[in-house]
Structure formats: C-alpha cells, structure tokens
C-alpha cells in the first residue's frame, strides 16, 4: 500500500502558475506510473497527466499540452505537476494517483490521494 499527500494548491490569477507535489511513501515509488486527475465541483474525475516509473513515457489530455508538465524525481518519492499559463477553467480539486504503467482512465489508478484546491480567478 501506498500513501499520497498532495500539496501546492492555492489561489492564483489567469496567466499565473501553480507547481503541485505528490509525496509517496510505502511501496517503492519507482516500481509504478503515477497520474493526476483533475475535478471540478459537479464534473467527473477526469485524467491531466501521467508519467512512468522512468519517466519515459508522458501522457497529458489535450486542454493541458503545451501548459502543464508532470514530471517525478524516484529519489525523493515525489511527483510533480507544473502548470503554466492558467485559466479559470482548469479550477478543480487536483489529484495524484497509483497505476501499473501509464494510463489515462481512472479505473486504471490503484491508489489516491486526497487533493489539492487549485482556483484560478479571472
């Protein structure tokens, strides 16, 4: 079993960027593909980004390409959301999760954590 605890949330302006964390303790960090999903009140879950235990392979959903990176350093169990040039709609509860290899489906993640609040004002 793995534990996740997200931070870096917050508020921030249209245009402004936010750098989200995901710490990992338990199972050894590098032994899977991690992911972060995103959802805003009265939406579904849904994907933003994943990357593989290398970190070789790098999904992202289209609304998020070009603004936003994932990224992860094994050594300090820890992933990481960049995320650039941000806009109102990307407002949501950000969370990462646990999956065998990299995936854009939420059924795929094994383990959650329990979010962070990110809120892009206009």
């Known amino acids: 079993q793995v534990q996740l605890v997200e931070s870096g949330g917050g508020l921030v302006q249209a245009g402004g960027s936010l750098r989200l964390s995901c710490a990992a303790s338990?199972?050894?960090?590098?032994?899977?593909?991690m992911g972060w999903f995103r959802q805003a009140p009265g939406k579904e879950r849904e994907f933003v980004a994943a990357i593989s235990w290398r970190g070789d392979i790098r999904y992202y959903t289209d609304s998020v390409k070009g603004r936003f990176t994932i990224s992860r350093d094994n050594a300090k169990n820890t992933v990481y959301l960049q995320m650039n040039s941000l806009k109102p709609e990307d407002t949501a509860v950000y969370y990462c999760?646990?999956?065998?290899?990299?995936?854009?489906?939420?059924?795929?993640?094994?383990?959650w954590g329990q979010g962070t609040q990110v809120t892009v004002s206009s």
């Open positions: 999760a646990t999956a065998p290899r990299p995936a854009i489906g939420t059924r795929d993640y094994d383990e």
């Open positions: 338990g199972r050894t960090f590098s032994s899977y593909a």
